[in-house]
């Protein structure tokens, strides 16, 4: 009877682990960097259609950015203060570096972390800022979405 249950289960084992869908880490993280290169090609070029895309439209996602004094809840108070950097920003270039995308084991979820070195225009003021970022991404049914950011200004 124990060898008949081990068996048993033994064979349940193999037939679920054998349906269970393989996740391709490697794919996966390919589509989050390109994600990610898309929210930084949305600032350079302030292209907010190509920013709408990358994010999340969720009314209580919340994030955190370099110079907001508060944080920014929303998605139409996201899209309110990136039109905002838009007009405020001209000549934008941003290089990323040291980006480290990490994957929850069922790939519905990534978190990444990034440094920029942020370069624009302000009027005539060039600005050129150390920032440190971090992301987290949702795998959702049209693919991944950044679900939050946080970022701050750090010292050179």
């Given at each position: 009877m124990k060898k008949s249950l081990v068996i048993f289960l033994?064979?349940?084992?193999?037939?679920?682990?054998?349906?269970?869908k393989k996740i391709d880490i490697k794919a996966e993280k390919a589509k989050i960097k390109e994600v990610l290169d898309g929210y930084v090609t949305s600032i350079e070029k302030e292209d907010i259609?190509?920013?709408?895309?990358?994010?999340?439209?969720?009314?209580?996602?919340?994030?955190?950015?370099?110079?907001?004094?508060?944080?920014?809840?929303?998605w139409n108070a996201l899209e309110k203060a990136i039109l905002g950097q838009n007009a405020a920003l001209s000549e934008t270039k941003i290089a990323v570096g040291d980006e480290k995308i990490s994957i929850s084991p069922d790939a519905k979820f990534a978190w990444v972390t990034s440094l920029w070195n942020f370069k624009a225009m302000m009027g005539e003021q060039a600005l050129e800022l150390p920032v440190r970022c971090t992301w987290i991404l949702e795998n959702r049914e049209?693919?991944?979405?950044?679900?939050?950011?946080?970022?701050?200004?750090?010292?050179?």
């Open positions: 033994a064979l349940v084992f193999l037939g679920i682990n054998s349906c269970a259609g190509l920013y709408a895309r990358v994010m999340a439209h969720d009314e209580d996602m919340v994030n955190f950015g370099s110079g907001v004094a508060d944080r920014i809840v929303g049209k693919g991944w979405v950044i679900v939050h950011f946080h970022k701050s200004v750090g010292m050179s």
